[in-house]
């Protein structure tokens, strides 16, 4: 058992925050395997390989234990297709009927594409792999869901289209939005903004946003959502431009600021939606601001009794913070 603050937030971190290496290595392996697969398929989809992407928090290094599901954006040719976007964000694709790749995917009586019989698609194609023939792969709302049972994750797989430039220049992928239509988005957007933040925080970020993502996870208050989570701590640190490499010093201040945005807008660093922080109740806003304010004071707590030197008390002045996981003092 760790003596030490610094041990103890290092065990922490290695033992029941960040995900084992050794799985991270074979699960990034079982998906290039996967993804090379799929580009092998013949008699499918036409696909555009250049713009398949990894996203979510595992391929952005953001994700703690378990190690459950891990995503892929496979892109497809657009073949003559355009897209519309209404007022509320909805993407609606046009088949052309001299498009045979896609005419026979579209919605009943109408040209435009159906989302839902492309991730069909996708669910027919996955079972024809002979290394899958024994898993469970079904469609679960954008994507198609590959589980087997060699692992412990999931493969959420996600078709996508990669639109032309806009009059602004930019790109976006088109993805399923669950309901047969589509929606933009951008991992890249998410990808990169990641990295320079960690970057410019040299290197230290990432561990403070791990241990975060677990506080909130704790049966303690009500739960938002992962991603809402991890824009106000890159919020956070893009604003602060420093982070320590000793992440207490740093909790204290994360606390504070969630406890104060939670009941604001949190923009979305795509450019896509006007607001991340849409779906919480407002009683459940003051339930987290009130647990993030408290936790806050145990961290500053927590950091006077290391600096004078009681370790045993400040650790357990963290294992409030963060529940019985956390490591106790040792002699």
């Known amino acids: 058992m760790p003596t030490s603050v610094l041990a103890a937030f290092n065990s922490f971190q290695k033992d029941t925050v960040n995900l084992n290496p050794d799985r991270t290595k074979n699960a990034r392996s079982s998906r290039d395997w996967l993804a090379s697969k799929i580009n092998a398929f ?6 555009y390989n250049d713009k398949h992407i990894y996203f979510g928090s595992f391929a952005r290094r953001t994700k703690i234990r378990p190690l459950d599901d891990i995503d892929i954006m496979i892109c497809l040719m657009g073949y003559g297709c355009t897209y519309d976007e209404d007022a509320f964000g909805r993407i609606t694709i046009n088949v052309p009927d001299s498009c045979d790749v896609y005419k026979n995917y579209r919605h009943a009586a109408s040209n435009t594409l159906n989302s839902i019989r492309i991730v069909n698609e996708f669910v027919r194609k996955l079972s024809s792999i002979d290394q899958y023939k024994s898993a469970i792969i079904k469609r679960n709302q954008e994507a198609a869901v590959l589980n087997l049972k060699s ?5 959420d797989i996600v078709p996508c289209f990669f639109t032309s430039e806009d009059s602004l220049s930019r790109t976006f992928y088109i993805i399923p939005d669950g309901n047969g239509h589509w929606k933009k988005t951008d991992p ?9 933040i960690n970057t410019t925080c040299s290197g230290n970020m990432l561990n403070v946003l791990r241990l975060v993502k677990y506080w909130q996870r704790r049966p303690t208050m009500p739960s938002m959502g992962s991603y809402l989570l991890e824009c106000m701590v890159l919020n956070h640190f893009e604003n602060k431009g420093t982070c320590s490499q000793y992440q207490d010093m740093e909790l204290a201040g994360v606390f504070d600021d969630i406890a104060t945005h939670i009941y604001s807008n949190v923009p979305d660093p795509k450019g896509i939606q006007t607001n991340l922080n849409d779906k919480l109740a407002f009683e459940d806003r003051i339930k987290i601001s009130i647990k993030a304010t408290a936790d ?7 950091r006077a009794l290391e600096n004078d030197g009681d370790h045993r008390a400040s650790i357990n002045k963290w294992r409030q913070v963060f529940g019985d996981d956390f490591p106790e003092y040792g002699s």
Not at 151 to 155: E, L, P
């Open 42 to 47: 013949t008699d499918f989809l036409p696909l």
């Open 151 to 155: 692992y412990d994750w999931a493969f």
């Open 188 to 196: 890249r957007k998410d990808r990169d903004r990641v990295k320079k």
């Open 296 to 302: 806050a004071v145990l961290a500053r707590e927590a």
